[in-house]
């Protein structure tokens, strides 16, 4: 093979794109601030400092410039002068979309995903920055899974780290750098992270990312302290799990808990207890497999998003998904267009531009004296019909319209019979449309009636009894999946 050498300036680009040898990993979760700085030596990670810390305001609502000088406050008091730094996003920040994907070209396999990405995320997909998880299923079907960041959120969050003094070389999810894609393993893993206010949940499986959601509101505040919901996670993570495929939910053989111990630990007994019939193993991680990261870590290294997102970059692994959004310098540009042998050929382009340069002028300016006589006409119109373009994409609602709580309370008010012999006390509907409700029956001949005409309601998929107690009255709790325009 023949070594072609480089310009110097493609060289002078590549010295200035190299690599810091230290990190500052930052994660955000809620009010919660974590860091660490690592520095990457001979092969080995050195931790020079980590810290946490709650800030009082939010980076999506106040000023970035004040976000930002908080942030730069608690790095001052935490000792940490790094400037280049790797941040892990809040998940609640993402939309996902799932798709079949067919066997393509790899060059229609992009347009293929956009079309897809406009057809499932609930908004204009120019407001997002996508990213793209592929996967194969036992049987070989490919599958992928579409994640989508609002790009206002990024651009807020790019302020608030410059107003930090901060130099951002990466951005992405802390689960996903804590429990990363492995190439080619058969066993799908299911992990979770329990944040500040909600609880991650990610399955990898395939060699991609089959599931990335945020399970909120399963945190209650009992006496001034935050009380994990752990059957309600249990309920949850079990109804994800009935969403997949059968055989890639077969392939799911472990559930790794990421968090504080006495938390993870009372989640892993619940978790236990609900999915014994399922034959997952639980673990609880609070330490790092040695060369976990290809490198020497620091002896007894405490586990978090914050390190894995530092220790992955300084390890030069690829994160699951970059929602920094790509920067291209007009250095970078000239030196990529004018690389090579594109230099001659340039050369003897704009020899040939120069010979028509006299006589294409004048129709050029001919040209630009009609041009402009046309937009003085058309201009106010345009400028109007962009407004309200924007206004469109501003207010365009992130909702569903299909009425779908409407339909759910028609549904269950069909199913009761109108002489009161049962009756709902509580109706709980949570995202997307998952059902659980619980109520009396006078006995239990009036409570089948009601379980058969409610089972037989079109919409009603996945009916299945969780309580029931008593004979005369009878006490019951159930949930179901709502599927809008299924059939019975």
């Not at 793209?132 to 609002?150: C, K, N, Y």
Request: charged residues 20%; contains cysteine; hydrophobic residues 45%.
């Amino acid at each position: 093979m023949t070594n072609v050498s480089k310009p110097w300036w493609l060289k002078l680009d590549q010295l200035k794109a190299r690599r810091p040898s230290s990190l500052l990993g930052l994660t955000l979760d809620g009010s919660r601030l974590e860091g660490v700085v690592l520095q990457r030596s001979n092969g080995s990670l050195v931790l020079q400092q980590s810290f946490t810390a709650a800030l009082t305001l939010d980076p999506l609502t106040n000023d970035p410039a004040l976000v930002g000088r908080e942030i730069r406050n608690h790095l001052d008091a935490a000792g940490v002068r790094e400037r280049h730094c790797v941040v892990g996003a809040p998940l609640t920040w993402v939309l996902t979309v799932h798709s079949k994907v067919p066997e393509l070209p790899e060059a229609d396999l992009t347009s293929f995903l956009q079309l897809e990405a406009e057809r499932g995320f609930p908004c204009d997909v120019s407001t997002l920055l996508i990213g793209q998880s592929l996967f194969r299923s036992p049987s070989g079907e490919r599958l992928a899974t579409l994640v989508g960041v609002p790009l206002n959120h990024l651009d807020r969050l790019e302020q608030v780290l410059r107003a930090a003094q901060l130099k951002p070389v990466s951005l992405g999810l802390g689960i996903v750098a804590l429990q990363p894609v492995v190439a080619g393993a058969s066993d799908g893993v299911l992990a979770m992270t329990l944040g500040e206010s909600c609880v991650g949940l990610q399955i990898t499986a395939g060699g991609g990312i089959a599931v990335l959601r945020s399970l909120e509101g399963v945190f209650e505040t009992d006496g001034g302290q935050r009380v994990l919901q752990t059957d309600q996670v249990a309920r949850d993570t079990r109804i994800t799990l009935g969403q997949l495929p059968a055989e890639v939910r077969d392939t799911v053989q472990r559930v790794r808990i990421f968090g504080p111990r006495d938390s993870a630990q009372e989640l892993g007994r619940c978790l236990e207890r609900h999915l014994a019939a399922t034959g997952l193993k639980v673990e609880l991680v609070s330490t790092y497999a040695p060369g976990e990261f290809g490198v020497q870590l620091p002896p007894g290294a405490a586990v978090s998003a914050a390190f894995s997102l530092a220790a992955a970059r300084l390890a030069n692994r690829a994160p699951g998904f970059e929602l920094l959004p790509p920067k291209v310098t007009a250095f970078q540009a000239l030196a990529a267009k004018y690389s090579s042998g594109k230099l001659q050929r340039a050369g003897v382009a704009a020899g040939a531009v120069l010979l028509l340069v006299a006589g294409a002028f004048l129709f050029q300016q001919f040209q630009l004296m009609r041009l402009r006589s046309q937009w003085a006409g058309i201009g106010p119109k345009v400028r109007d019909l962009e407004a309200l373009q924007a206004q469109n994409r501003q207010f365009r609602p992130w909702f569903d319209e299909s009425f779908r709580t409407l339909s759910i309370l028609r549904a269950l008010t069909t199913a009761f019979p109108e002489d009161g012999v049962v009756s709902a006390k509580n109706i709980e509907i949570r995202a997307p449309a998952t059902v659980s409700c619980s109520g009396v029956a006078r006995d239990n001949q009036s409570w089948l009636k009601m379980y058969e005409r409610l089972r037989s309601t079109s919409g009603v998929t996945d009916l299945k009894v969780d309580v029931i107690r008593g004979k005369s009255p009878i006490q019951f709790t159930f949930d179901f999946h709502w599927v809008e325009g299924s059939k019975p």
